[in-house]
């Protein structure tokens, strides 16, 4: 055998190991990403309009299993409240107030306030107002509990709709299950980290939604990048072969 030859074959040895590395490692991180979204987070249908423009009726959503105790201002939410009326069905709503808190509606300009502070609220739809709530008075928000709006002010029965209720409307933080991260379906992506409240306190960081897509991504191109080396190094081979017997 040549020199030539036995090079060859070192190299689809080597190749091959590489080929065999490459698709464990990408099913490692293929399975290992679903597993992890798969523990971290939790789908969910929206049946309502109530937190349009943000997710809108029939929207499909992914939301991190957290404990209520993780739940900062500005967070979309998914809880049960069965002393609303809806039984134990999950509803999707945006924290505005935490235990301690003082919220009402509205200001000169009509936006929400949260401890005598104006919150811009970007995520409201366009040319409408904090204040298409009806208006909030002066409303603290009872300790360890959470106070509760829809971006669809005007068609959202939420915590300002339920003001005459046992706690002035507030939904207790061991009632949250989960914090929205994304709109999965249709795919408008992840939500955006709302910074009206960063003058209120610690926000929410986003989820490890991005990794462990990216890992189940990452895991793909390593499985379909090693199994496509052995008919490639093949093609390439016989091609070199007939290259050297028609010299």
């Avoid at 992890?36 to 929206?46: E, F, L, N, T």
């Avoid at 945006?94 to 995520?123: H, M, Q, S």
Wanted: aromatic residues 6%; hydrophobic residues 40%.
């Amino acid at each position: 055998m040549s020199r030539t030859g036995r090079t060859g074959e070192g190299r689809g040895r080597l190749g091959s190991v590489l080929s065999g590395v490459a698709v464990a490692l990408g099913c490692v991180l293929f399975l290992g990403g679903f597993v992890w979204g798969a523990i971290a987070y939790q789908p969910y249908s929206v049946p309502s309009d109530s937190m349009s423009p943000t997710i809108k009726n029939g929207d499909r959503v992914l939301a991190q299993r957290i404990d209520g105790g993780e739940v900062r201002r500005g967070d979309v939410v998914v809880f049960r409240e069965p002393s609303w009326g809806n039984g134990d069905l999950p509803m999707v709503k945006r924290v505005v107030g935490i235990g301690g808190d003082t919220v009402a509606c509205c200001d000169a300009g009509g936006r929400l306030t949260v401890n005598g502070k104006a919150v811009e609220e970007p995520y409201l739809r366009p040319g409408s107002e904090a204040s298409a709530t009806g208006g909030i008075p002066p409303t603290t928000v009872p300790k360890g509990r959470l106070f509760v709006l829809g971006d669809e002010r005007a068609n959202s029965m939420d915590s300002s709709a339920r003001l005459q209720q046992a706690m002035k409307g507030s939904v207790a933080r061991s009632a949250v299950d989960a914090r929205v991260d994304a709109v999965a379906w249709p795919m408008d992506g992840l939500l955006e980290r709302p910074s009206g409240f960063e003058e209120l306190g610690a926000v929410s960081s986003p989820g490890p939604l991005r990794l462990v897509f990216g890992a189940a991504v990452a895991g793909a191109v390593l499985i379909l990048g090693g199994a496509a080396y052995g008919p490639v190094a093949g093609f390439f081979g016989r091609r070199r072969e007939v290259h050297s017997r028609a010299r």
